[in-house]
């Protein structure tokens, strides 16, 4: 194993202990929180890189959703409050969060 390597597997470990803490931010899985952008592919891999009893951040902004996203048990969502984080979404799809292990999940500061 070189150096790099070594290097390679800490910054991992420290990407995955960081997005555990702070949280997986759907602006850096690419949704746009401009209410008309599909952002369903970006929350599910924020939630998929979350993971359980993880924590998933939606900064302010409109996010629009066309399908439901899977959430995991013990999973927190957190965004900036009723009046600054809303989610949209289009038709009659079912639920927009499906937490299926859905024990000790939080959603917060969030408007649907």
Known sequence: MTLSDAMQG??????????????????????????????????????????????????????FLSATVQGYANQHWIGDGRNSTTIKRTGNYGDTLNFAAGQACTVRGIFF
């Open 10 to 63: 800490w910054v991992s470990g420290i990407a995955r202990e960081e997005i555990a803490f702070i949280g997986a931010n759907v602006i850096s899985f690419g949704a746009v929180p401009d209410g008309v952008t599909d952002c369903t592919a970006a929350f599910q891999a924020a939630s998929d890189a979350a993971g359980a009893n993880g924590v998933v951040r939606i900064p302010k902004g409109t996010y």
